[in-house]
């Protein structure tokens, strides 16, 4: 892996430099990707290569940092892991692994500060079982597109039905053993969701389902009435929408960042 850029510092608006993820979450196998975080606007891309330099680079992924509750020195949980970190955004963790201790600390310190606000407050934090945050101020997510409420889901392997609790909002529809819980049981990634849609034939002795369908699994979900059945698909399928239309925007904001570079 190559440093990371030292024009950045910690007062800069943004930094960058290479990092390994694990980009398969428990795969233990990571990719080296060129890194951005944004810290105007909380947001940590990630691309094959640097698109400044690359007109052929592409955006990979990115985190919101404003679902950010923690980002810590990883050598505790998986002490082979030399030189790693994770930050964990609505109870997931995501790995990443810097070139030496000094850049894990730089990185860990930048992400830090990326989301604090003028007044040292977290724009984010747990609370009520909920990702409590105006999503207004995410990159155009407006209340709209947000939704909470119960629901009845069916296990993947046992195939039996519990009542869970729901919550969707700018990074994914969440699930929660009540509203009391602080961290989902799981959560489902808006850029993984590719339609909600009415279940068909599939649970005929149960009213009101309806499934989200990603390129792993179809989740089943039953609603308590055909309106909220509605309001969740109509919901989850704006919120999935707007999420894609988000990244196009960003896919092109680069792209045009780098013609103007390379000019």
């Not at 930048?110 to 009520?128: G, M, P, W």
Request: net charge positive; hydrophobic share 40%.
């Amino acid at each position: 892996m190559t440093e990371v850029n030292m024009m950045n510092s910690h007062e800069a608006k943004s930094f960058t430099g290479i990092l390994l993820i694990e980009e398969v979450e428990g795969s233990e196998k990571f990719t080296s990707r060129f890194f951005r975080l944004n810290k105007e606007i909380g947001q940590l891309e990630y691309f094959t290569d640097d698109p400044v330099k690359s007109a052929d680079s592409l955006l990979i992924g990115s985190f919101n940092l404003q679902f950010l509750s923690l980002v810590e020195d990883a050598s505790v949980i998986r002490p082979k892991l030399t030189h790693g970190f994770y930050i964990m955004l609505c109870g997931q963790k995501h790995f990443l692994v810097a070139s030496n201790d000094e850049e894990r600390s730089n990185w860990i310190k930048a992400i830090v500060d990326s989301f604090k606000t003028s007044d040292a407050q977290l724009r984010y934090r747990f609370s009520s079982g909920n990702c409590n945050v105006d999503s207004s101020t995410i990159l155009g997510f407006d209340d709209s597109l947000s939704k909470t409420g119960y629901c009845v889901k069916q296990g993947l392997k046992r195939k039996n039905w519990k009542r869970r609790f729901f919550v969707l909002d700018s990074y994914g529809l969440a699930y929660y053993i009540s509203d009391e819980e602080t961290s989902p049981i799981k959560l489902i990634k808006l850029a993984d969701i590719c339609q909600a849609r009415i279940s068909v034939g599939i649970h005929l002795h149960r009213a009101h389902v309806f499934e989200v369908v990603t390129p792993q699994r179809v989740f089943y979900i039953q609603a308590d009435s055909a309106f909220e059945r509605e309001s969740w698909i109509s919901a989850i399928n704006r919120g999935a929408g707007f999420f894609r239309r988000s990244q196009v925007k960003s896919i092109r904001s680069t792209a045009s960042q780098a013609c103007i570079a390379s000019q």
